[in-house]
């Protein structure tokens, strides 16, 4: 620390010039001390805002503006008011509703297994363990892996023909699974995607929360003759209430998200809009075919405001359950 | 679980754990619940071991497909062990899919997206942490509640924006929407809480030390192991990014993940030379893993911890 500038706490004007001006009151230099540590802290806030505010809450409310105007990817600086026009126009396209069903189905599928087996998991890692350490990198290694790989590995896994997936369930009599084509085989596959890369990741998540659990609670439990079920029902998953609803809140948010994956599945054409017969393509799909593909942004931008009140929806209804639970614990 | 425990002699029946070893039954068998370090049986690690393999697999895979040609990849019954054209299918994957340019491109993206971050959310942290400023827990609620706000819903504009400003394609339009992210600033906060004592910085202000110096040469040493988690944290995501990216670059000037999209989307994709493509975009990442994986699955776990 510079020696040479004087003590901050104990800070007497030194004598002379500047200080009999400002009579011990606010010299220059107090003055600036104060500013810096009243401004500091906004200082140091300020670029998350300033990027959020630019990026993100402006483009934001703009996505509202757009979606009231005809604005085409080939000409992005014309724009015309259309008003309502296209939400009607999503809102009576068929595929705009497979969409919102396959998003619906694909999230419900991959969140709720793989919340519970990163439980179960979470759960064995917490034993003493040889080399725990590893098993947990073990498990982590999915979250290294990009979509864009996660999902042209599995597109393989999944091949009709010569993939290994029907190769090994062959040995088992269950024919050849045609899984990008079939409307539910197609939904499992990216489901699998999303599960064989997240469920390592909330696995870490659920542990963390497992070990801050007081070992007394435990205790108290086998004194009053609980079996390690019952402990594991009413001492391990209230202490992880908070946590577990971290993770469906972000797995909620990530399974509305789901593009790379169904993009990638079968590759070439069929990315754009989700399969043959439109039966994995998700609503960022959609948006990305009406506004990349066709070039039309502002109904792409009506799929966003779509996706804002299904958000808002699925919180909603999440709140719901969570006082419904709540009360029938209490 | 400790032997000075009170409750051990209310109830000594039940709470002999330390001598189940000696008592010869497995610990499955122990009335006492998970938070208690007992140790896993066979189970367990068949259980671990079976996880550990479907994580595992679909990686080596990626290596074994990469390391034959396609009519192979696509035989029945698959190959299960590398083969001989990995050289000629890198090669092919390097010129086909311009990848050269593409990782030039994810370096830089990912590099100046991971130090921004990590200056900015130290900065952030710090001022979350340990100043009082008027506004400070709203402001922080606000940073977490837009960790709820998908991309999604503000692409199409940005689109816009970024062609307006001249940054339509250019690498600008991927880096600067994530210089600062909300879970980094919450990390920081996390660890500096309990990291850095307030008596550091009350020494260094009687040292006389201004606000920015005390971050210079009080916090950021004290952050470091955090900064490195973060750090890498936030190189793999920005590394792995796919959607913005895919919709912001053109195939001229791709991230390396957008390249392998396109790759992928070609007319005739050769898939021995897609799975290259993929080895090529995956291995540093997993170098990474490899040698710093203790300490990300530490800054994973410490980041969940309060939450």
């Known amino acids: ?47 998350f805002f300033l990027i959020f505010g630019a990026f993100g809450l402006y483009p934001l409310l703009y996505t509202g ?23 009607s126009r999503i809102l009576q396209d068929a595929e705009f509703w497979t969409a919102v069903f396959n998003t619906f189905v694909i999230g419900v599928i991959s969140t709720v297994p793989q919340l519970l087996v990163a439980l179960g998991l979470a759960h064995l890692l917490n034993y003493k363990l040889r080399a725990s350490t590893f098993w947990r990198t073990v498990i982590l290694t999915p979250y290294a892996t990009s ?7 599995f597109a393989l896994v999944f091949r009709a023909d010569g993939g290994i997936l029907n190769w090994v369930l062959h040995f088992f009599g269950v024919g050849d699974v045609d899984w990008g ?52 029902r009413k001492v391990t998953i209230p202490s992880l209430r908070p946590t577990i609803l971290f993770t469906i809140v972000i797995s909620t948010i990530g399974s509305m998200q789901l593009f790379g994956e169904p993009l990638l599945l079968q590759g070439g054409t069929l990315g754009s809009i989700g399969g043959s017969e439109h039966q994995y393509e998700t609503l960022s799909i959609y948006l990305f075919n009406y506004g990349w593909k066709l070039g039309h942004l502002g109904p792409a931008a009506a799929v966003a405001w779509a996706m804002l009140v299904l958000l808002l929806l699925i919180a909603l209804i999440n709140w719901i359950v969570g006082r419904f639970v709540r009360k029938n614990a209490a | 679980m400790t032997t000075t425990s009170p409750t051990k002699t209310s109830a000594p029946d039940l709470l002999q754990a330390p001598s189940y070893t000696a008592s010869g039954k497995t610990p499955g068998r122990l009335r006492l619940g998970a938070g208690q370090q007992l140790r896993g049986g066979p189970f367990t690690y068949a259980a671990l071991i079976v996880v550990g393999l479907g ?18 990849v696509l035989d029945s019954p698959p190959p299960l062990v590398p083969g001989g054209r990995l050289g000629s299918n890198l090669q092919a994957a390097w010129e086909q899919a311009n990848l050269g340019k593409a990782i030039v491109n994810s370096v830089i993206v990912a590099g100046s997206i991971t130090v921004a971050t990590l200056f900015f959310c130290t900065l952030a942290g710090y001022a979350f942490a340990k100043m009082r400023f008027r506004g400070r827990n709203v402001l922080m609620t606000a940073v977490i509640a837009t960790l709820t706000i998908p991309p999604q819903l503000s692409v199409v504009p940005l689109f816009m924006m970024m062609s307006d400003i001249g940054w339509g394609g250019k690498l600008e ?93 070609s007319y005739t994709p050769d898939q021995s030379i897609v799975m290259a493509g993929a080895l090529i975009s995956t291995l540093p990442l997993l170098l990474v893993f490899v040698i710093f994986g203790k300490q990300i699955v530490g800054g994973i776990m410490a980041g969940a911890v309060k939450g």
């Open chain 1, 1 to 47: 620390m510079a020696t040479t500038t004087p003590a901050r706490g104990a800070y007497t004007p030194p004598s002379g010039g500047s200080g009999a001006a400002s009579n011990g009151r606010g010299t220059w230099r107090s003055r600036l001390w104060r500013f810096d540590d009243k401004a500091s802290p906004y200082a140091y806030i300020a670029p």
């Open chain 1, 65 to 87: 503006w757009i979606a009231l105007h005809r604005v085409e990817m080939t000409g992005l600086d014309q724009s015309e008011w259309v008003g309502f026009d296209n939400f």
């Open chain 1, 147 to 153: 979509v864009a790989t996660a999902a042209l590995v």
């Open chain 1, 181 to 232: 084509e079939g409307t539910w085989t197609s939904k499992i596959a990216i489901s699998v995607i999303v599960i064989w890369r997240w469920t390592g990741y909330n696995a870490l998540i659920y542990l963390a929360a497992m070990q801050a659990v007081p070992t007394d609670l435990y205790e108290a439990a086998a004194i009053d003759g609980a079996s390690r079920w019952q402990q594991f």
């Open chain 2, 55 to 72: 994580s595992i697999f679909p990686l080596y895979w990626t290596l074994v497909a990469a390391s034959h040609d396609q009519q192979r």
């Open chain 2, 173 to 265: 339009s991927v880096i600067f929407p994530t210089l600062v992210g909300a879970f980094g600033v919450f990390f920081m906060r996390q660890y500096l809480v309990e990291a850095l004592p307030y008596e550091l910085i009350e020494a260094a202000k009687v040292d006389g030390a201004s606000n920015f110096r005390i971050v210079w040469s009080v916090v950021l040493p004290v952050a470091r192991p955090a900064m490195m988690v973060l750090g890498m944290l936030t190189f793999v995501q920005a590394w792995n990014d796919f959607f913005w990216p895919f919709l912001a670059l053109n195939q001229q000037n791709p991230t390396i993940q957008v390249a392998l999209g396109q790759l992928s989307a």
